[in-house]
């Protein structure tokens, strides 16, 4: 699928933040930035380290379980190790071990929260950060059965559309083939339908015969979309994007002190400084600075 470049500050990443979840906090003194895409989708991204590592140094299909901090001997706090026990079976019934100097942790906060009873720092800010669950519908139909010109980046759905006279149950819809055009064969187009989030977390989660019908509903009523899709996929992610209500630097905070508290111990990830890919990956360049000033 396609990614949205940019940050929750962006145009692009504030969309979809209010589609999910409303408000978000903005700084207007950062860059805006724009839209981009990978042709092969999100997973060109992990795929693509994966290949400039050495060999061995991916494992795939394996749940880290818990973290322990333990100083080297003879050393002083600052220089501990770091033990990653993790399991390659569903249960975590068998355990392997590994020590490093450094962790990187880029994964959802609450996976972070699981793992860190061992650890002697305060996570429990971080439990008040929501992941409202959310259900991608992708659809596609024949350009001259949509009435709509889809000149344009998408459309939001506001709250008065999805009152009982609007019937609308959607967050917005994404024009992806406008944006993207090999998103669609010659002929026709792909529409992006985001269905749960914070305004209606239950529908993210009813079966696909629901979920897609609330969403063509809205594509008829919004779009002049009337026939049936040629074509539909759903993807449901249970924990979505991380909502930066109002006072979230409270969170921020709390991972920095996290990080004094723990030395060694790095997050990067969508929940540190923007949602979009773009803000994900430079909170991990930002740790990797930190490693790389730490072990020099």
Request: glycine content about 12%; aromatic content about 8%; charged content about 25%.
């Amino acid at each position: 699928g396609s990614l949205l470049g940019g940050g929750v500050r962006s145009a692009a990443s504030r969309w979809v933040q209010r589609m999910v979840g409303g408000s978000a906090e903005e700084d207007a003194t950062l860059p805006q930035r724009g839209v981009f895409s990978l042709e092969s989708g999100l997973e060109a991204l992990p795929y693509a380290l994966a290949d400039h590592l050495s060999s061995g140094g991916v494992r795939y299909e394996t749940a880290v379980r818990s973290l322990h901090r333990s100083p080297h001997a003879g050393g002083d706090a600052d220089t501990a190790s770091w033990r990653v026990r993790f399991s390659r079976d569903a249960g975590g019934a068998s355990l392997d071990e590994e020590r490093f100097d450094a962790l990187v942790w880029a994964a959802p906060l609450p996976e972070l929260l699981r793992c860190t009873d061992a650890v002697s720092a305060d996570f429990a800010p971080l439990e008040e950060v929501s992941y409202p669950p959310v259900s991608v519908v992708a659809m596609g139909f024949p350009r001259d059965r949509v009435e709509h010109p889809l000149d344009g980046f998408g459309l939001l759905v506001p709250e008065a559309e999805a009152t009982p006279r609007g019937g609308c149950r959607s967050l917005g819809t994404l024009f992806s083939s406008s944006v993207f055009p090999h998103r669609a064969p010659e002929g026709r187009v792909l529409l992006t339908t985001f269905v749960g989030g914070t305004r209606n977390p239950e529908l993210a989660g009813a079966s696909d015969e629901e979920v897609f019908e609330a969403a063509h509903h809205d594509l008829r009523y919004l779009l002049g979309a009337y026939d049936p899709p040629v074509f539909q996929r759903r993807m449901h992610w249970p924990r979505a994007i991380p909502q930066y209500h109002v006072g979230y630097g409270g969170v921020k905070d709390a991972i920095d002190q996290i990080e004094a508290d723990a030395p060694g111990l790095h997050l990067a990830g969508n929940y540190r400084s923007g949602v979009s890919v773009g803000d994900a990956a430079e909170s991990g360049n930002e740790a990797a600075r930190r490693i790389a000033e730490r072990v020099a």
